[in-house]
């Protein structure tokens, strides 16, 4: 009965008018963050298909009409970007084309987007969740005004939420153009110059979390290998990951290190893509946007020309204003430095605290295997990871602390570090280096005085947090879905982390020991307890 009535309705509604015409949603303006969203990318798909099948409608061409159908394209594509049915409808009707129309009973898609909208609108859902439900109930409101569901379209906030994104109702009324005279030619606009890739592969490394084929995840340190390639459309100099995965941290690292590069190119070269591979295996969402750093950098190097040292090991993520900060899983990614062969290692300012934190775990030889530079920018960064780019100074502290490696071979560092000579070479580094962080804390192990012996609170926490993690994986499946034995040895190994750990965390930190310890006995409790 529904669908006679929604029919006889298309019928019912005023002949279109002859000039009417399409405008497409405009994709660079913001229409909601798809982050805040109170729904799973499986339903924002789901739901980004039902509005797909809503715009094979068939209505009848008039302004209002042509409006809601942008309307449901626009939201189908911020759901799901990948939604390629739905750029296509939008594209043949900016060149009036003709759409296959909807085969299926159009009330299904449009039951479920109804029922989707009024979830939405519901002050539980949020202030982004309300402002997305608004927006879906302002398309269907007018392609079903006969819902009982149309009576929450709010008329009067519709033009705030659609400005810049989907033109007003007017500008889908296509006037005759008054007769005129025509205007004189204009010169021509000089051409945008943008600059050339100078550099088409590059490599460098960063230690990262990797899904293997099945699925399982893994941290290690990876080589990340940059190929430019051509792209047929005019988009932007941006990056993309192999093998392919997308999501919103994805989408934010990209946003940030373009806006970063067009700060020393406004007009980055179009029509290339630098495609970053992590080999066969996929980088894991644990990760975020760590990325953004590293392939920042390695775009930085297309640009520019330079080549990159094998040695280097960069771990840095871009902020918002475009400066540097450590990733949120920084304390695991420097477990993975800590055994792997050593190098020369690019990290931000506000690595420091765990850095330090080496000295306090009775590591010293870290920096010895690790030439640990602090890299305020991206610039300072690249210029460091570059074949030949240290500026003069640090080229003969390198040198110097080359020597001191070599001459600490097989020996004892803390000895080492007490020694007169040495301490002479390593000040001399300090002095003409400040930024050279090996150095630095070779110096502090040995001085009994500035020699840390407990770690800071925030890299206990973090410490911690990395100790209890396994337990998440067995807090989602239903307790009986568990087996007892996975239990009790997920327990075991996060309380025996924790204990090796414990004696390096302040007694003024034993809170943060006491509720780890808790969580760990709460597993092992729950296994025996089976």
């Given at each position: 009965?529904?669908?006679c ?11 279109s ?5 399409y ?6 303006a913001?229409?909601?963050?798809r982050?805040?969203i109170?729904i799973?990318t ?5 739901l980004?298909?039902?509005?797909t ?9 008039e ?5 809601a159908?942008?309307q ?8 799901d970007?990948a939604n ?6 939008d594209k043949a009707l900016r060149e009036?084309r003709?759409v296959?129309?909807?085969e299926?009973?159009i009330n299904?898609?449009l039951?479920?987007?109804w029922?989707?909208?009024d ?17 879906i109930i ?13 009576k929450l379209h709010d ?7 659609w400005q ?6 007017a ?6 153009e008054?007769?005129k005279?025509?205007?004189p030619?204009?010169?021509e ?6 600059p ?9 490394q960063t ?6 084929k ?7 340190l ?16 941006t990056f993309?990951?192999?093998?392919a995965?997308e ?5 934010s690292?990209?946003?940030e290190?373009?806006k ?19 080999g066969e295996?996929r980088?894991?969402s644990?990760?975020?946007q760590?990325?953004s750093g590293?392939a920042?950098?390695l ?19 871009l902020t918002?204003d475009g400066?540097l ?8 990614y420097?477990?993975?430095?800590r055994v792997?062969?050593g190098g ?18 009775e590591?010293?030889?870290?920096f010895?295997?690790?030439e640990?530079?602090?890299v ?12 030949n ?8 502290t ?6 001191l490696?070599?001459?600490s071979?097989n020996?004892d ?5 007490v ?21 630095r804390m ?5 001085n009994?005085?500035?020699r840390?012996?407990?770690v800071e609170r925030?890299?206990a ?5 990395s100790?209890v ?9 239903p307790?009986?879905?568990l ?14 982390e924790?204990?090796?750990f414990a004696?390096?965390?302040?007694p003024?930190?034993r809170?943060?020991?006491?509720e ?5 006995q ?9």
């Amino acid at each position: 009965m529904r669908a006679c009535s929604l029919v006889l309705l298309f019928h019912l509604l005023p002949p279109s008018l002859p000039a009417d015409v399409y405008v497409g949603p405009d994709p660079a303006a913001a229409l909601f963050r798809r982050d805040r969203i109170p729904i799973d990318t499986d339903t924002m798909r789901e739901l980004s298909r039902h509005l797909t099948d809503l715009a094979r409608r068939e209505m009848p061409q008039e302004p209002v009409q042509l409006r809601a159908t942008a309307q449901l394209l626009a939201i189908a594509v911020r759901l799901d970007p990948a939604n390629r049915p739905a750029r296509e409808i939008d594209k043949a009707l900016r060149e009036e084309r003709p759409v296959d129309p909807f085969e299926g009973d159009i009330n299904a898609p449009l039951r479920q987007a109804w029922g989707i909208a009024d979830w939405l609108v519901d002050p539980e859902a949020g202030e982004t969740g309300g402002r997305l439900g608004h927006q879906i109930i302002d398309a269907l409101a007018v392609i079903n005004p006969r819902s009982p569901l149309a009576k929450l379209h709010d008329s009067e906030g519709e033009a705030d939420r659609w400005q810049n994104v989907v033109q007003p109702l007017a500008a889908y009324r296509r006037s005759p153009e008054p007769e005129k005279a025509p205007d004189p030619p204009q010169p021509e606009p000089p051409p945008i110059e943008r600059p050339p890739i100078l550099l088409r592969q590059a490599s460098t490394q960063t230690p990262l979390f990797l899904y293997d084929k099945d699925l399982r995840r893994h941290l290690r340190l990876v080589t990340l290998q940059m190929q430019v390639e051509e792209l047929a459309q005019p988009d932007p100099f941006t990056f993309s990951l192999l093998p392919a995965i997308e999501s919103p941290d994805i989408d934010s690292a990209r946003n940030e290190a373009r806006k970063l590069l067009e700060k020393s190119w406004p007009n980055l070269p179009i029509r290339h893509i630098a495609r970053i591979s992590t080999g066969e295996e996929r980088y894991a969402s644990k990760n975020e946007q760590a990325i953004s750093g590293p392939a920042a950098l390695l775009m930085h190097a297309a640009l520019t020309g330079k080549q990159l040292r094998s040695d280097v090991i960069f771990v840095g993520e871009l902020t918002p204003d475009g400066n540097l900060t450590r990733p949120r899983q920084s304390w695991d990614y420097l477990r993975a430095l800590r055994v792997a062969g050593g190098g020369r290692l690019l990290v931000p300012p506000d690595f420091e605290p765990e850095l330090r934190a080496m000295i306090a775990l009775e590591d010293p030889a870290f920096f010895l295997r690790w030439e640990v530079l602090i890299v305020s920018s991206l610039e300072v960064a690249l210029s460091l990871a570059a074949v030949n780019g240290d500026p003069e100074g640090l080229a003969v502290t390198s040198a110097l602390y080359t020597e001191l490696r070599e001459v600490s071979r097989n020996k004892d560092v803390g000895q080492l570090c007490v020694n007169a000579k040495v301490r002479e070479r390593l000040a001399e580094i300090v002095s003409k280096a400040p930024f050279h962080y090996s150095a630095r804390m070779l110096l502090a192990q040995g001085n009994a005085a500035e020699r840390p012996t407990r770690v800071e609170r925030e890299v206990a926490a973090r410490i911690l947090r990395s100790a209890v993690e396994p337990l998440s994986g067995i807090v989602r499946p239903p307790l009986s879905q568990l087996s007892v034995k996975r239990l009790i040895t997920t327990g075991e190994a996060s309380g025996a982390e924790i204990e090796r750990f414990a004696k390096f965390i302040s007694p003024k930190e034993r809170d943060l020991v006491k509720e780890a310890r808790e969580i760990a006995q709460l597993a092992e409790a729950l296994g025996r307890g089976k």
